[in-house]
């Protein structure tokens, strides 16, 4: 990874943990989110994936993933000079202990 590659990738973790942090007060089934990118076809490659509990109902699912898309897109907008394409954000279910 180059330098460059490193910085933004230290700005791309930033933004992400202040979403993740603030939406994870306010949402029930939102665990965390994680992003991978391959820096050689950025921003094309990167790809944010945001982790619900596999407890919740799917319609919780899909309204706190509606709520989540764009505070993604807006937390990496100045990143990006763009918002990014809600493909490269998916919703995934993580089985956990209760």
Known sequence: MR???KKI????IKRLTEVCETMKAHLSGFVW??????YQR???????TLVFDDQIPEQTL????ALLLPAVQNA????????????QIQARR?????
């Open 76 to 87: 990496l907008h100045p990143i990006l000079n763009k918002g990014l394409p809600a493909k």
């Open 9 to 12: 990738d230290n700005e791309i």
């Open 62 to 65: 899909l309204e706190e993933f």
């Open 42 to 48: 950025f921003p094309e490659s990167l790809l944010v």
């Open 33 to 38: 989110l994680t992003h991978e990118v391959n």
């Open 3 to 5: 330098k460059s590659d």
């Open 94 to 98: 993580e089985c956990s202990v209760h």
